[in-house]
């Protein structure tokens, strides 16, 4: 059974770099694309992009310019970094498996990780 | 961008009810690149319908997709007690991906 398990610090300073982590069970993350996307309090799911063990990456283009996304096969993980963080930064974050060429759709979640932005 | 519009933001009805859910794309949709997911209070998204009208592992037979083109559809036949919650459409392409804003279902 697969599963995404999200960790990084709850709590980042303004200005100060956002980094989570997604631990991934069940399956190697050298298949797949494996994705970030966050829903602030109250709002809708915003995509934030994509990395894959090949070193491919896609990004959201409202976020293109803060974000970097990588995999890591040692440690079955992959993980988020968001520079110059705000208050609009402010959100649960969840990563999620790309279900591949038969489905095309997240398939797999992680239970979420809350971020607050806050000095 | 492709911006996809739901409708109605909230649906009140009964539990046996059938509720109808739209999704609206601002520009023709591939039926492949269209998903369904339904989201319950502090929990994850769980996907409940990709390419427009499959229903993913496990999900009963009372969801149903629908759609072409523009208009999408999520029908859930007769609702139980445990589908009231959000559900999310999303639509992706070779450049980008989104969601649309929601519709919650509500207990009447």
């Known amino acids: 059974q697969v599963h995404l398990q999200e960790s990084g610090p709850g709590l980042v300073k303004p200005s100060e770099t956002l980094s989570l982590t997604c631990t991934v069970s069940?399956?190697?993350?050298?298949?797949?694309?494996w994705n970030w996307i966050r829903q602030s309090p109250g709002k809708g799911l915003e995509w934030i992009g994509y990395?894959?063990?090949?070193?491919?990456?896609k990004y959201n283009s409202s976020l293109m310019s803060r974000v970097t996304l990588s995999v890591d096969t040692s440690n079955n993980q992959f993980s988020l970094k968001l520079t110059s963080v705000t208050a609009a930064d402010a959100a649960v974050y969840y990563c999620?498996?790309?279900?591949?060429?038969?489905?095309?759709?997240?398939?797999?979640w992680g239970q979420g990780t809350m971020v607050t932005v806050s000095s | 961008e492709i911006v996809l519009t739901q409708s109605p933001g909230t649906l009140s009805l009964s539990p046996g009810e059938r509720a109808t859910l739209s999704c609206r794309a601002s520009?023709?949709?591939?039926?492949?690149?269209l998903a369904w997911y339904q989201q319950k209070p502090g929990q994850a998204p769980r996907l409940l319908i990709y390419?427009?009208?499959n229903r993913a592992t496990g999900i009963p037979d009372r969801f149903s997709g629908s759609g072409s083109g523009t208009d999408f559809t999520l029908t859930i036949s007769r609702l139980e007690p445990e589908d009231f919650a959000v559900y999310h459409c999303?639509?992706?392409?070779?450049?980008?991906?989104?969601f649309g804003g929601g519709t919650k279902v509500e207990i009447k």
């Open positions: 990395g894959q063990y090949s070193g491919r990456t």
């Open positions: 069940g399956v190697s993350v050298t298949g797949y694309s």
């Open positions: 999303q639509r992706y392409d070779e450049s980008t991906l989104s």
């Open positions: 999620a498996r790309w279900g591949g060429s038969q489905i095309y759709a997240f398939d797999t």
């Open positions: 520009q023709s949709v591939s039926s492949r690149q």
């Open positions: 390419g427009t009208s």
